[in-house]
């Protein structure tokens, strides 16, 4: 069965960084990613890779970065320059196929999610 192990969550000040790492087991996937939910907010979309190719929310762009270890079927986030606003449940979400683009991908499975908090 296909399991999405994560780790790495946890509390740091503005300013500094925290990195992000989801184990999938069970089958290889093409497109792997990392969704975020704030108290109070919808589900929204941080990053994803394929093919080589990385995605970013605006929010993310030039202070995350996604990475794939093909071999250990696992993905990474480098969060830098962390803000109070990006304290929230990360969840680690994987596609069989990329629908056409990112956004109109449906991600099959997710991860049950990993606290970060970012205090000023």
């Known amino acids: 069965q296909v399991r999405l192990v994560e780790s790495g969550g946890g509390s740091v000040q503005a300013g500094e960084s925290l990195s992000l790492s989801c184990a999938a087991s069970?089958?290889?996937?093409?497109?792997m990613g990392w969704f975020r939910q704030a108290p109070g907010q919808e589900r929204k979309f941080v990053a994803a890779?394929?093919?080589?190719?990385?995605y970013y929310a605006d929010s993310a762009k030039g202070r995350f970065t996604i990475s794939r270890d093909t071999a250990e079927n696992t993905v990474y986030l480098q969060m830098n320059s962390l803000k109070p606003e990006d304290t929230a449940v990360y969840y680690c979400?994987?596609?069989?196929?990329?629908?056409?683009?990112?956004?109109?991908?449906?991600?099959?499975?997710w991860g049950q999610g990993t606290q970060v908090t970012v205090s000023s």
């Open positions: 069970g089958r290889t996937f093409s497109v």
């Open positions: 979400a994987v596609a069989g196929r990329l629908g056409g683009s990112i956004r109109a991908t449906t991600f099959d499975y």
């Open positions: 890779i394929w093919s080589g190719i990385t």
